[in-house]
C-alpha cells in the first residue's frame, strides 16, 4: 500500500491550506484514514481521523478550524486547515489503517509534508 501526499507549504496566520494524500495499491479493507502531524523533537500526534463510516475525530487544538474528508471508494483523505497558527507547524503525515486479508490491523503511511505557518 503507498499514500501520496500533497499540498501544504508556506501558509499564513489566519489563512488556509489544503492537505491531500490517495492510497493505491492491495487494500483488502480499510478501517480509517486520517492526518498526524509531527513538531520538531515531539513524538507524532493524531490530528484528524475519518473512518470508513464517515465518523471523523479531531484533536482538541484544532477543532472548528481544521475538516477532514474523504472518499471510500478512492481511498482519498483531505484535510482543510483554516485560520491557521504559527502552532499549527508541522510535518504531517497521512495515515490509512486496514485489514489485510488475513484480518490482521495494519497501519501505513505517507512520507510526510511540511506545513510551516509564519507571516
Known amino acids: 500500500v503507498q499514500l501520496v501526499e500533497s499540498g501544504g507549504g508556506l501558509g499564513h496566520p489566519g489563512g488556509s491550506l489544503r492537505l491531500s494524500c490517495a492510497a493505491s495499491?492491495?487494500?483488502?479493507?480499510?478501517?480509517?484514514m486520517a492526518w498526524y502531524r509531527q513538531f520538531l523533537g515531539k513524538e507524532r500526534e493524531l490530528v484528524a481521523v475519518?473512518?470508513?463510516?464517515?465518523?471523523?475525530r479531531y484533536v482538541d487544538s484544532v477543532k472548528g478550524r481544521f475538516t477532514i474528508s474523504g472518499d471510500n471508494a478512492k481511498n482519498t483523505v483531505d484535510l482543510q486547515m483554516d485560520s491557521l497558527k504559527p502552532e499549527d507547524t508541522a510535518i504531517y503525515y497521512c495515515?490509512?489503517?486496514?485489514?489485510?486479508?488475513?484480518?490482521?490491523?495494519?497501519?501505513?503511511w505517507g512520507q510526510g509534508t511540511w506545513v510551516t505557518v509564519s507571516s
Open positions: 495515515n490509512i489503517r486496514v485489514y489485510d486479508f488475513d484480518w490482521n490491523v495494519d497501519d501505513y
Open positions: 495499491g492491495s487494500i483488502f479493507r480499510a478501517i480509517s
Open positions: 475519518r473512518e470508513n463510516t464517515g465518523i471523523t
